[in-house]
């Protein structure tokens, strides 16, 4: 019998395209508060990225990934770890990364600055991955330590429909199965890696159905429904906490701008037609609906936190541009707890070069 | 009356796409695949118009997976064709490392060359163009040390299409690494038609009396800079592009040296394990007793390469290049 995979890992919503429930199940648990804290953080990361797209086109910034369109997916389940969590980004989820607690300076890593990889003192941020992939036996490995340890932190490792090509894809989640590690495999499927459209990635339908070769459980989550992907999230996370193993999930998104603005996506799809019927989707609309129809929404709140997220990302922005120059002793004095003979050499050369070049 | 030679002013990147088309036209077997290389035409726009021009069945988007593009590439290749397989930058070449070094570089040796390996591995190398992390790396001497792969580097359109035609044609693996920052740096007269640059031979692309300067890929115009700089200053330089960086062309550096007797190698890599070394073991094969100072290197340092805001600090640059150049000299 031919099985109908689409069917077998439904996407999963709470609230549909029109912002009505479809699933009142966490009714009890939607406060509010809740809400606004979600609607806040959706706006202030597209503020972000829009921002930061801006410094791009005016040359403050360098090449830089937008992730505008899939705000849901990485507010909704950052929103959903602990404190002491781990957290696996890779460099297109800035929004899951801030949400969690990195500061804007994240942004400086695209202007070439180290310190943009650095997470706040006591928070487990990994800086986020560039080699595809590759992160996930990582994040594997600290769950395999967090288990052993017998600590209650669970970690959170996000990567594309590309990366499940990747071998790094099966080694971490096989290895998650066999140890059981508590570690939820945060897939944001936004159907496309660079030009690649996720059809010509797989042959598979769905990437979620991945999780039957593990034996580990799949969800299949609208990741433009804020509400859906925070529940769903917390529900891996717990379960992963209280020794339930692996969770995999697929978030199924859309970016509306380009890989990077190095790219150029009219090369491979038609931008304008498939954004207009994306739009219609979109995550924050969604969630602006749903607060209009169920009395969540106030006209003046909104103005209000538009004010402070404008005035919030500016000083990001002043920040970004304030830092003090790079430190040439970064290039040297962290590959080693002490420097090698080689790389002690090669710093003083290189150093009494550049003075004699600057004639200080 | 002489034929004239119909070339076009291309660009280092443009060369390599003719180089590619060239060898698409003429044999069928040659097939060109990797991330993005089909609709999009690569990331830096090498395979534009290929996909068009030859069909998806020629020119193709591969799964996000460098083992895969590289293990099934030496399948192909195993089997009568002719893979051009395309690594979006050398940085990510890591998870293909396992299938060049254990099956690539082996095939022939272990069969007795009952089954071969003529495939072609292209990718853009080196800093200095402001990329994000790993974008940048140029471990071109990881390669050089595996035993049965060569390994290519052009630093112009006119070697690029070239080296890049006999690489396709090789009978063995071949590296092929080409430097972006490069790519759309100038132009060059390439002939349309199909020629070939002969793997293993390096030129001499400058001549003097004084110091050898021995470079290639990105750096050439260092090396090229370094020179005209130092000619103000009295001292001529031969300049060697090695274009092959396996095997070493040790007749055109031996020359070189003998004249000479001073040696400056520049490469971005890191020192230590660097093809600089290689190049030191040459001249004390081939030339010791013509040396009159100690070899000078220029090189990266024994680090990855700096975020960007950094990057320039580990590059040489033509004043380091000079530095070593007085050093040799005054030795
Ligand atoms: C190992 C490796 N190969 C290639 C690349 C170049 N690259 C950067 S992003 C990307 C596409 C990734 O697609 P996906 O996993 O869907 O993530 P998305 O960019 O859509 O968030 C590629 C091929 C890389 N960074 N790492
Ligand atoms: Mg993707």
Known sequence: MERNMEEEFPVIQIIDKEGRYVDGTYKNEISQELVQRFYRQLVCMRTFDQKAINLQRQGRLGTYPGFEGQEAAQVGSALALEEDDWMFPTYRDHAASITFGRSYNILSSWNGRIEGNLPPEGKNIVPPSVPIATQLPLATGVAMANKYKGSNQAVIVYFGDGATSEGDFHEGLNFASVYQAPVVFFNQNNRYAISVPVWKQMNSETIAQKSLAYDIPGRRIDGNDVLAVYFETKKALEQARNGGGPTLIEAVTWRYGAHTTADDPTKYRNQKEENEKHRQNDPILRLELFMKAYGYWDENWKDRIKDEIKKEIDNAVKGLESMPPPDINDIYDYMFEKPTWTIEQQKQEYINHWRGEMKC | ?331
């Open chain 2, 1 to 331: 009356m002489l034929t004239k030679i119909k070339t076009n002013k291309l660009t280092p990147i443009q060369a390599i796409t003719d180089g590619l088309r060239t060898m698409l036209k003429e044999r069928e077997e040659v097939i060109v695949l990797g991330e993005d290389v089909g609709v999009n035409g690569g990331v830096f726009r090498a395979t534009d118009g290929l996909q068009e021009e030859f069909g998806e069945s020629r020119v193709f988007d591969t799964p996000l997976s460098e083992a895969g593009i590289i293990g099934t590439s030496i399948g192909m290749a195993m089997n009568g064709m002719l893979p051009v397989a395309e690594i979006q930058f050398l940085g990510f070449i890591y998870p293909a490392y396992e299938q060049i070094m254990t099956h690539a570089t082996r095939m022939r040796y272990r069969t007795k060359g009952r089954f071969t390996v003529p495939m072609v591995i292209r990718a853009p190398y080196g800093a200095g163009v402001r990329a994000p992390e790993i974008h940048s790396d140029s471990m071109e001497a990881l390669f050089t040390h595996m035993p049965g792969i060569k390994v290519v580097c052009p630093s112009n359109p006119y070697d690029a299409k070239g080296l890049l035609i006999s690489a396709i044609e090789d009978p063995d693996p071949v590296l092929f690494l080409e430097p972006l920052k490069l790519y759309r740096a100038f132009r060059d007269e390439v002939p349309e038609e199909k020629y070939k640059v002969e793997l293993g031979k390096g030129k001499l692309i400058q001549e003097g009396e004084d110091v050898t300067i021995i470079a290639w890929g990105a750096m050439i115009p260092v090396a090229m800079q370094a020179a005209k700089q130092a000619e103000e200053k009295g001292i001529t330089c031969d300049v060697i592009d090695l274009r092959t960086l396996y095997p070493i062309d040790k007749d055109i550096i031996a020359k070189s040296m003998q004249k000479t007797g001073r040696t400056v190698i520049v490469h971005e890599a890191p020192a230590t394990g660097g093809l600089g070394n290689d190049i030191i073991s040459i001249i004390n094969d081939t030339s010791f007793l013509y040396m009159k100072s100690p070899i000078e290197r220029v090189t990266g340092a024994d680090v990855h390469v700096p975020f960007w805001a950094l990057e320039e600090h580990n590059i040489p640059t033509p004043a380091r290049v000079m530095d070593a150049i007085h050093k040799v000299i005054d030795f």
